[in-house]
């Protein structure tokens, strides 16, 4: 075995996809990269640019009807059974002999484990099951003590309690680390980790990169990283590779990549960096906390508790205080960043801010008047002031419905427009200031990009011009360059139409470019509130400190 040569590598590679029976996507096109052992590599883009299929290719995991690889190599120093290494190409293996790398040599983490784990299986029989098969003469006992292990050496507490639990029992950073401990348990030589950390809050992030790379410098294994948040880059990589429409565009050691990338679509990704945005030329921060009669939203020792039932007859026990005894103020005008991880009570606040959540206790306000206790035909004139746009516009968008009857319905029902031909064209206006254009509203949701599906989220919420919208994550699963978009456009909506925000998120980033103001929740209480700049720039509190330490940053050292 020769130390110096690659792990892997990859050589012009064509991964082809076929969409019907004659159009073909060079999804992978000449792409080629080596990597080192112990080294990790990133291979980073936007969505479409041929990442994920580029890993699955290198495992032959893409579906044999609608797949091929008519060029190309990708050489695996394989480890045998024995400890003898043999060079292989994995596009010529034989399925047996690829079922002997994919999983024990090469294991994948993908990038939703609510999807990629069995619903019906503990946690604890599905590592022990992969063991067991890529290790014939393990016994049922021998296999419990090595999953137990490798759910301890990714720092599940409680290993041997949470055996026997199923994937709907743990959180995201918990199913993440399971899918990790099953990848690792054959003790890989090289593990492929698409997306891992996509959908995670920055604290739980911070904890699987960190546990990544102290595995990596425990077990010598190499990772191929994909990611689009370069921040992660930084923070992981040894080498990285630019990908754009099936090309590595770029490649280098991550430091000179960072610090003067070459290529315009580096720049680009580069630019497009929250901290490194540039502002609209008309904003302005602000620099001091304004009087509550200032405020547009008054909310007072707001809770929102959801009861627990247990037992034959259902009888409340407890609740679950998802917002308890909260009070804010946002002023007309301003951005309010209300940030947290999961489970502090962020989407039920804003929720109930717009009445779509019920308060248990409380007053909120919208410029004096009362919310709370109202019956829904006495809001039915106060919705169109108050709006949301939700986090996920591929499941809050009617399947169904043209785009045109998605944002004229809104109308229709609060009386606004003279009638169907000025409905649509104050839709096709509400397009046009969301940089879609006017023949976009024949089209259906299925039709458009997830950066382009939360534009139409957003033009569903402004096309009855509202005072205030609640801005629940929409930026969570976009392109860094879409993310950059859609935070510019609303600056620009903010000012053309005085509108007042309250923009719900878990990346600080985002934050710091964006917000007037920010609250910082944990456990459905209010914990620290104040300018951004006093916020992010001096915290006070120790949990908001933890969360700007984790905040994955570009700078390499």
Sequence with gaps: MNLTSPLLSIKNLQTHLQVGKKEIIKAVNDVSFDIKKGETYCLVGESGSGKSVCALSIIQLLPAGISSNPAGEILFDWRKADESHAQVDTLKLEDDELRKIRGSRIAMIFQEPMTSLNPVFSIGEQIVEALQLHNTGLSDQDAKDQTIKAMKQV??????????????????????RVMIAMALACKPDLLIADEPTTALDVTVQAEILSLMKDLQKTTGMSILFITHDL??????????????????????????????????????????????LERPSHFKRAEKLETDHDALITVDNLKVWFPIKTG????????????????????????????????????????????????????????GQELVGLTPKQLRPIRPRIQIAFQDPQSSLNPRLQIVTTLTEPMSVHGIGENKEDRIERAAKVLEIMQLDRDHLWRYPHEFSGGQRQRIGLAR???????????????SALDVSVQAEILQLL?????QRDLTLLFITHNIGVVEYLSDETVVMKAGKIVEQGLTADVC????????????????????S
Excluded at 334 to 345: D, N, Y
Excluded at 464 to 470: A, G, L, Q, S
Excluded at 537 to 556: D, F, I, M, S
């Design 461 to 475: 919420a402004l096309v009855v011009d509202p005072e205030f919208i609640v801005c629940d994550e929409i930026t």
């Design 537 to 556: 720039g001096n915290p006070q509190q120790e949990y908001t400190q933890k969360l700007l330490e984790a905040v994955p940053r570009l700078k390499v």
């Design 155 to 176: 720092q599940i507490k409680n290993a041997e309690g949470r055996f026997d639990d199923f994937p709907h029992q743990l959180s995201g950073g918990q199913r993440q």
């Design 312 to 367: 034959l007859f259902r009888r409340i026990t407890d609740h679950v205080r998802a917002v308890d005894d909260v009070d804010l103020r946002i002023h007309k005008g301003k951005i309010m960043a209300l940030v947290g991880e999961s489970g502090c009570g962020k989407t039920t606040l804003g929720r109930a801010i717009v009445q779509l959540e019920a308060a248990t206790e409380g007053s909120i306000k919208l410029a």
């Design 231 to 276: 921040g992660v880059v930084a923070q992981m990589a040894h080498q990285v590779g630019v990908m754009q429409k099936g090309k590595i565009v770029e490649q280098g050691d991550v430091k000179t990549l960072l610090r003067n990338p070459k290529h315009p679509y580096t720049k680009k990704l580069l630019a497009a960096v929250p901290e490194n």
């Design 491 to 495: 600056l620009e909506i903010r000012q």
